[in-house]
Nanobody, 125 residues
Framework: QVQLVESGGGLVQAGGSLRLSCAAS????????MGWFRQAPGKEREFVAA????????YYADSVKGRFTISRDNAKNTVYLQMNSLKAEDTAVYYC??????????????????WGQGTQVTVSS
């Protein structure tokens, strides 16, 4: 069993930056995908970014491409989401998640096995 704990959320002005962290309590295996999702009030939870633990391949939603960067620290079992040029529409609860199944498709939230508790990101315009 793996527990995921997010941190780093907060209130920031539009155009600003935040870095989210996701620390895993147990081992992350090379076959895993680590992802970030977000959910705004009244909306479905949506894919933001993912990273393949084995080789560091990254994947992004079109809405964040060029502004957000996902990265990992294997030694610390931690995934990061660097968010730059934040917009009001980025306001949401951000969740870290892990998919154990070595998937080819990384954007489907139902495929993920473990989830963190979420961290609030609020961008004021």
């Amino acid at each position: 069993q793996v527990q995921l704990v997010e941190s780093g959320g907060g209130l920031v002005q539009a155009g600003g930056s935040l870095r989210l962290s996701c620390a895993a309590s147990g081992r992350i295996f090379n076959s895993w995908i680590m992802g970030w999702f977000r959910q705004a009030p009244g909306k479905e939870r949506e894919f933001v970014a993912a990273i393949r633990w084995s080789d560091g391949s990254t994947y992004y939603a079109d809405s964040v491409k060029g502004r957000f960067t996902i990265s990992r620290d294997n030694a610390k079992n931690t995934v990061y989401l660097q968010m730059n040029s934040l917009k009001a529409e980025d306001t949401a609860v951000y969740y870290c998640a892990a998919d154990r199944s070595a998937p080819l498709v990384v954007v489907v939230k139902d495929n993920y096995d473990y989830w963190g508790q979420g961290t609030q990101v609020t961008v004021s315009s």
